[in-house]
C-alpha cells in the first residue's frame, strides 16, 4: 500500500482535526493564544513522528486518536516548562527606576480586547457581551473538574470519541 509523503499526510489532518486539536487544547489551557501556539506544535510533533506511528501500527493507524495523545502531551509538557520558569507578562515589565511604568502598562490594558478573537471557524455573535458570561461559566465549570476526569470528558464531548477510543488515547488498556 502506497502512502501519501509524511508533508501531505499533516496537511490533511490540520484541515481534518484543526478545530478538534484547537478546542481541546483550548479547554485544558483556557489562553487562546497559548492554544493556538500549542495546536501548531501537536501538529509539528506529528510531522515528525507520522511516519514513524504509521509504520508501527500497520493497518491499525487511527490518525485522530494518535494526534489527540499528542496535543494532551503538549500541554502537559507546557505546563511542565511553566512550573520550570517564572513567566512575568509584559504589561508588568518596567525599567530600573521607571516609577510610571505601571501608569503606562495600565493604559495598554485599555486597548488590548476584551474577548478572544474569531478562529478556526468560530462566529461571534453581533453582541460579544452576550457571549462572555456564558464563556466564562463554561471555563469556571471545567477549571473546577479535576484534570483526570476533565480530559476524558473533553474528548468525549468535543472529541467525540467512544470510551474504548479514549482509553486507547489515555493509553489506559
Not at 62 to 79: K, P, S
Amino acid at each position: 500500500m502506497q502512502t501519501r509523503p509524511a508533508a501531505q499526510e499533516i496537511e490533511s489532518l490540520v484541515h481534518d482535526y484543526g478545530n478538534l486539536v484547537f478546542h481541546t487544547v483550548f479547554a485544558m489551557t483556557g489562553d487562546w493564544d497559548l492554544s493556538q501556539d500549542l495546536t501548531q506544535e501537536t501538529f509539528l510533533s506529528a510531522l515528525r513522528a507520522i511516519d514513524a506511528a504509521r509504520e508501527a501500527s500497520g493497518p491499525h493507524f487511527h490518525a485522530r486518536g494518535w494526534l489527540m495523545r499528542i496535543a494532551l502531551n503538549t500541554v502537559r509538557m507546557q505546563r511542565r516548562r511553566n512550573a520550570l520558569y517564572r513567566q512575568v507578562p509584559f504589561s508588568q515589565v518596567q525599567s530600573e527606576g521607571d516609577e510610571e511604568a505601571p501608569a503606562d502598562s495600565d493604559r495598554a490594558q485599555m486597548y488590548a480586547s476584551p474577548v478572544q478573537p474569531a478562529g478556526y471557524g468560530a462566529r461571534m455573535p453581533a453582541d460579544p457581551a452576550d457571549v462572555i458570561p456564558e464563556r466564562e461559566a463554561v471555563r469556571r465549570a471545567l477549571a473546577g473538574v479535576p484534570e483526570t476526569l476533565r480530559v476524558p470528558l473533553l474528548l468525549s464531548i468535543v472529541g467525540g470519541f467512544s470510551i474504548s477510543e479514549i482509553a486507547g488515547i489515555l493509553q489506559l488498556r
